[in-house]
């Protein structure tokens, strides 16, 4: 019997031999830096003619790794493995299927550093961050897997005379899998196994700025978990093409996707056109980020709502689609926040994130680096700069914290989502107003409001549109089991990653009733 499940313990650092963990996994995998990395179509590795660098943020001259230049075509045929492998994987049983995901996250608890040291090279990750997000690929493995169980087999349906029914949750068929660089082990694995401990095939399209840790999970998923060939397929390349060939084809049930609005909204109106030889609608499970704000009212205890606001915001360099990247606080406390806020962001720490000290890495690349500079020069002219502001040219994508006070609720850096060390302070006459101020944006993924009045904190509850809600604590780090996943609005389908219903994304229900004896039915039905 399994244990019941419980989230994976985060690594403290502060423990030499922890400590020295990590430096031996970064020796290790420096040293397997700028090997060519294969497609995985079926049972085969496949090459294309060209390929591609994925490059360290924090050192952009180094190369993680070379991956293949995949192409339509590419895609096609991974779409033909995923189909052929279909009937035998959906027919395995569903706790065959589970064990998998348990040998998948033994394997990955093992190699908990050396995962964490590839996204610090890959996406510049600190210490703590890569840890969380391994943790979270684990809690991922572990949670549905249990899950997967408790569907397996014949649901609860009531009882009628004469007859046996049955309700069963049978899987959709292939499906596309593209996940963001900012969360690559986490995201792109919780996805992928969601859709195949359900009975899917998948294509794995990972975000081109960080497949070389989506590499590795797939290898630990088919070489050593016991996942057969052809279930998840590994395509590289440019998202633009591959992504909409993988999108359109009549062959792709669902879609299972994070990112920007822009390319969230593109699939999900390409999703709806119906192609040929395509016998079904197609499902999109979309989380496509957000503007995320925490409130502070007069009642607040001010240090830990400007810790929560720094932690928020900064963690990862701003680039997660959970981050604060406003903070509306009423007039009476205003300037303290302010003050306190701009006190802790000025001591952390940037610089190359192997080195443990460093709280802050870069951003993921030039065009990155690029917008976040742009919203930085739009800022001077939208509100006061506080902290910041700075930008570092050559070397690494690095962009200190920057934090601009008195900015319009309804100015570009209030607005749009930036997805870097950008802070924007909003003044707020009163709760009224800054409710107003927190819901007036087209998203609705994260929040929160710091307040001791009960009678704020219950209406926080009622009138904060967002998925996820955080009453005085930071509003990031979401836990899976304890803190499902997803927002409301342009944020996407609130599909609710680590939650009860999430597989059920997955699935199809079927309904199954056997009539026993001749004798009719005690009351006969219209339909």
């Keep these: 019997m399994l244990p019941e499940f419980r989230n994976e313990p985060l690594t403290d650092f502060t423990n030499s031999e922890n400590a020295l963990r990590m430096e031996e996994a970064f020796a290790k995998v420096r040293g397997q830096l700028g090997e060519v990395y294969p497609l995985i179509i079926g049972d085969r590795l496949v090459s294309a003619d060209e390929t591609f660098a994925s ?46 995901l348990l040998k998948a996250a033994a394997i990955m608890r093992e190699r908990k550093f050396e995962l964490a040291a590839w996204m610090v090279y890959e996406v510049s990750k600190s210490w703590a961050e890569a840890d969380a997000d391994v943790a979270e690929l684990i809690d991922f493995a572990e949670y549905y897997a249990r899950l997967a169980m408790k569907l397996a087999g ?31 082990g986490a995201i792109a694995g919780g996805m992928t196994m969601a859709a195949i401990v359900a009975g899917n095939t998948v294509v794995l399209k990972p975000a081109s700025t960080s497949p070389a840790i989506a590499y590795q999970f797939l290898r630990i998923l088919m070489d050593e978990a016991g996942l057969p060939p052809g279930v998840v397929n590994f395509v590289t390349g440019p998202g633009g093409s591959i992504g909409d060939a993988l999108v359109d084809s009549p ?23 119906v192609h040929p030889g395509q016998k079904f609608l197609k499902r999109t499970i979309l989380e496509m980020g957000g503007k995320d704000s925490i409130i502070v009212d007069e009642t607040a205890d001010l240090d830990a709502a400007a810790e929560g606001i720094v932690q928020s915001a900064f963690g990862f360099q701003g680039q997660k689609c959970s981050a604060c990247s406003r903070a509306i606080v009423v007039d009476a406390v205003y300037d303290e926040v302010l003050q306190r806020v701009v006190e ?38 939208e509100g006061r700069l506080v902290l910041g502001g700075e930008v570092q040219e050559g070397g690494g994508y690095f962009i200190p914290p920057t934090i601009f006070a008195d900015v319009p609720p309804d100015g570009r850096l209030a607005q749009e989502e930036i997805f870097g060390p950008v802070l924007a302070f909003i003044r707020a006459r009163g709760f009224d107003h800054a409710v107003e101020i927190f819901n007036n944006t087209e998203f609705g993924l994260t929040g929160g409001l710091f307040s001791r009045k009960r009678e704020h904190l219950e209406r926080a509850r ?31 389908t ?34």
Excluded at 253 to 266: D, M, N, Q
Excluded at 462 to 491: C, D, W
Aim: charged share 20%; hydrophobic share 40%.
């Design 55 to 100: 490059i360290n943020p924090a050192r952009p001259e180094e190369a993680i790794g070379l991956f293949q230049q995949g192409t339509v075509a590419h895609a096609l045929e991974a779409l033909d493995a995923a189909e052929a492998a279909f009937p035998a994987w959906s027919r395995t049983p569903m706790e065959h299927r589970a064990r998998v």
């Design 494 to 527: 609130d599909s609710k990653a680590g939650g009860p219903d999430y597989l059920l994304l997955f699935t199809q229900a079927k309904s199954v009733t056997e009539r026993f004896g001749t004798r009719p039915s005690p009351v006969i039905r219209p339909w």
């Design 251 to 273: 062959k792709t049930r669902f879609i299972a996707f994070t990112g920007s609005k822009e390319v969230g909204v593109r699939i999900f109106e390409r999703a709806a056109k």
């Design 344 to 381: 802790r962001a000025r001591k952390i720490t940037v610089g190359d994130p192997t080195d443990r000290f460093n709280h802050m890495g870069a951003v993921i690349d030039q065009k990155a680096f690029d917008k976040i500079r742009g919203y930085i020069e739009a800022g001077t002219q």
């Design 462 to 492: 009622r009138e904060l549109h967002v998925g996820n809600l955080y009453l005085n604590r930071k509003i990031t780090g979401a836990l899976v089991g304890v803190q499902p996943f997803g927002g409301f609005n342009m944020s996407g």
């Design 154 to 184: 014949p649901q609860p349906v009531y009882p009628y005379p004469g007859e046996e029914n049955e309700l069963y949750y049978v899987p959709l068929g292939v499906g596309a899998v593209i996940p963001p660089w900012n969360f690559p």
